[in-house]
């Protein structure tokens, strides 16, 4: 008999899953069980089973027709996540699209520094601050700040002061900090001042436990 060309679907005895596809025989009943790339191990790892849709004359016009069928059945299962298919035609299903993105972002920033940081990101970072205003600061970094903080601040208490402000204000002013060096504590700019003018290094602190009493400005 004349090898085929057909849509076809994959289901398997254990999952619910399933996979649309098209085939063109090299010989008769070959077979074939399907063509998958990014999800191989379901079918090596559980019993497929291929169901004959559609059988199309063994032409270059059957097989274009064909293709075209098989576009229509993936099409309304393309994000659906039973469905195996990750695209159709040259359209790829949102978690593709997601996988692609992450993978591609750890390519990009597979090489490193010395410090272990990103070369791209590093280099993206200097390119982004490269202009920098009258007093030093990068623009870029100015403007997103001054951007976000007045939406944080937007809303205002009866004193017309930022509800924000006077919140982290409160919840600043109520911790403690410890300095892991000598265990000095104080508020956490006063322990790393504490830290700076004894040559240590300022981040060498920790936040000990939260209290409602205030705590002095000064060391």
């Not at 750890?106 to 920098?132: D, F, I, Y």
């Not at 030093?136 to 601040?153: F, I, M, N, T, Y």
Request: net charge positive; proline share 4%; hydrophobic share 30%.
């Amino acid at each position: 008999m004349q090898p085929r060309i057909y849509t076809y679907k994959v289901t398997f005895e254990e999952v619910p899953h399933w996979y649309w596809g098209v085939h063109k025989e090299g010989k008769f009943n070959d077979g074939y069980l399907g063509s998958p790339v990014t999800h191989k191990w379901m079918w090596e790892f559980y019993t497929p089973k291929l169901t004959i849709l559609e059988i199309f004359s063994n032409t270059e016009e059957g097989w274009a027709e064909a293709l075209s069928v098989e576009d229509r059945l993936i099409r309304p299962d393309i994000n659906n996540h039973l469905c195996l298919n990750e695209k159709y035609g040259s359209f790829i299903s949102l978690d593709a699209r997601r996988k692609g993105a992450e993978k591609g972002r750890q390519v990009a920033h597979s090489e490193k520094t010395p410090e272990g940081k990103s070369v791209l990101g590093v280099k993206n970072g200097a390119r982004l601050h490269c202009e920098q205003d009258s007093q030093g600061r990068s623009k870029a970094a100015v403007k997103g700040g001054q951007k976000g903080g007045k939406s944080v601040h937007k809303r205002k208490n009866e004193e017309g002061k930022s509800v924000q402000g006077v919140a982290n204000a409160r919840t600043l002013h109520a911790q403690v900090w410890e300095s892991l060096i000598d265990g000095f504590r104080g508020h956490i700019h006063v322990v790393a001042g504490h830290n700076r003018r004894n040559g240590w290094d300022p981040r060498a602190r920790v936040r000990v436990k939260v209290e409602k009493q205030t705590i002095p400005d000064e060391a």
